[in-house]
């Protein structure tokens, strides 16, 4: 998403501007089609309940954006209200008590660049321009969330404006079912959030990377091996293998090891990657970098100038997976024969997340996660690229147990992204509080 520039005002379909405005919202450069019958680009908490009284009077339904990185362009709909939330970006740190209190559209690499300035840590998206407002709502996946927890399991508290047109507070002890509802529920949840309090956590002494690579006809080898040793790679180590046709180094089609670490020490992040340097399939690697001390902040730029390039038509879908890997290997062998070009890649994630969460809409994680991030740039259309992500992950069905909404393709792919007794509470607090549907549902699901 472009940063929006200006004041925010109201703009009307038909008006000049309205589709630079509304497309502009987007990460994704896909032009979805769908266009509502008005934006409003709020300033301020006014703004908000204006809009959503508003909306509520003329009987339009309402979707939101805050950074805009819905892979599924999930805010852009047919009809209704868009409100845009990329102006409420402020960003408050409360270092004595370690709390941080921001707007929705504050990004993910301007939280971590004020936290790193007072030593300060919070488990942002991966990508710098990633919205917090999306990222928390969905869960998040951030820095060292194998570690430090999903992201919205630090979110203490948030401001919300409901479809009553009324702005409430939710934390542990005051309106604790929306909070409840707040963690996880991502683009289903039924309100307008315009502030969140983050619990801060202690900056890791040492971040580094490292770096081994493989040619793409070793596929199978380091796919087993990964699934064998992912159960045992210390918390603090994202274990996580990509498949991409330019893979660094060798500039071919290959797989990337790479392995983000946040440690207390230099001494321990090294002990902790040793399994990369001394595993059985070393020596098939291309190369093996050594342990890199390498910034938060130059990881989170780099992944985005490398694999999530913006200006490009994307389409993602995911899994998680308790299956062990010898079943998926033909599938994952058919996913590499039928990658599209650069910047599309395929991302397997060793989880292996903690047996039991607090109780939270967010509630379905699984051993390992698969995702597919197919993107075409430029105007050539391809349908086989253009689906690749959405057809391997209907072939791979048998397999899964739902998905991420980080990831979510539920327009294209209904799937399973929450325990059903956790989506029967949502639905029943949606009913609740919002009974006459002013805010947009999920784009599809599995009844
Ligand atoms: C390049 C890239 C990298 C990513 N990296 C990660 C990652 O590392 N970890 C991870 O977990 N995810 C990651 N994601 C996924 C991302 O977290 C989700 O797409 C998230 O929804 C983005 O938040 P946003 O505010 O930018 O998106 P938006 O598109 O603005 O929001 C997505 C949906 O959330 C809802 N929503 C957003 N803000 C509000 C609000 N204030 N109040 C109520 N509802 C709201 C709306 O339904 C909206 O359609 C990444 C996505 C991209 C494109």
Redesign the pocket.
């Given at each position: 998403?472009k940063r929006s520039a200006g004041s925010g005002r109201t703009i009307t379909k038909g008006d000049a501007g309205f589709d630079a405005a509304l497309l502009g919202t987007?990460?994704?450069a896909q032009d979805p089609g769908r266009r509502p019958a008005l934006i409003v680009q709020a300033n301020n908490d006014a703004d908000v309940l204006s809009a959503v009284r508003q909306a509520r009077d003329l009987g339009l339904k309402i979707?939101?954006?805050?950074?805009?990185?819905?892979?599924a362009?999930?805010?852009i709909r047919d009809g209704g209200m868009l409100i845009d939330?990329s102006r409420l970006n402020s960003i408050s740190i409360n270092a004595a008590e370690g709390i941080a209190t921001i707007g929705?559209g504050c990004l993910a690499g301007e939280l971590n660049a004020a936290l790193a300035k007072q030593h300060l840590f919070f488990p942002v998206?991966?990508?710098y321009?990633?919205?917090?407002?999306?990222?928390l709502?969905?869960?998040?996946?951030?820095w060292n969330s194998r570690a430090s927890g999903l992201?919205c399991q630090s979110v203490i508290g948030i401001d919300v404006v409901l479809a009553d047109g009324t702005l409430v507070h939710a934390s542990e002890t005051e309106n604790p079912e929306l909070l409840w509802a707040a963690r996880g529920s991502?683009?289903g949840?039924f309100?307008?959030?315009?502030r969140f309090y983050l619990k801060l956590h202690a900056r890791p002494k040492f971040v580094g990377l490292k770096i081994q690579v493989f040619r793409i006809q070793h596929l199978e080898a380091v796919m087993a091996w990964a699934d064998r040793v992912g159960p045992s790679v210390p918390a603090f180590v994202e274990f996580q293998l990509v498949f991409d046709r330019r893979a660094m180094g060798i500039f071919s089609h290959g797989i990337q090891v790479l392995a983000p670490v946040m440690a207390n020490s230099w001494r321990e992040a090294k002990a902790a990657v040793d399994f990369i340097d001394k595993s059985p399939i070393r020596n098939l690697a291309s190369f093996t970098l050594p342990l890199l001390p390498v910034s938060l902040e130059m990881m989170m730029k780099g992944g985005?100038s490398t694999l999530?390039l913006p200006n490009t038509r994307?389409t993602a879908d995911s899994m998680w997976m308790n299956t062990p890997i010898d079943p998926l290997l033909p599938a994952l062998r058919r996913i590499a024969d039928t990658q599209p070009a650069a910047p599309s890649h395929a991302l397997w994630l060793n989880w292996n997340g903690p047996a039991t969460r607090p109780d939270m809409a967010f509630s379905l994680e699984g051993r390992t996660y698969l995702a597919l991030y197919g993107g075409l740039r430029g105007s050539t259309t391809n349908t086989a690229d253009e689906s690749w992500a959405t057809d391997h992950m209907k072939a791979m069905q048998a397999h899964s147990i739902g998905i991420?909404l980080?990831?979510e393709n539920l327009g294209r792919r209904p799937a399973h992204f929450m325990a059903p007794a956790n989506l029967a509470r949502l639905d029943a607090l949606r009913t609740r509080f919002d009974p006459d549907g002013l805010f947009?549902p999920y784009m599809g699901r599995i009844a």
């Open positions: 998403m987007s990460f994704n979707g939101i954006c805050s950074g805009g990185h819905s892979w362009q999930n805010h939330l929705p998206a991966h990508a321009t990633v919205g917090m407002g999306g990222f709502l969905q869960g998040g996946f951030g992201a991502g683009p949840f309100g307008v959030v315009v985005e999530f994307w991420q980080a990831d947009n």
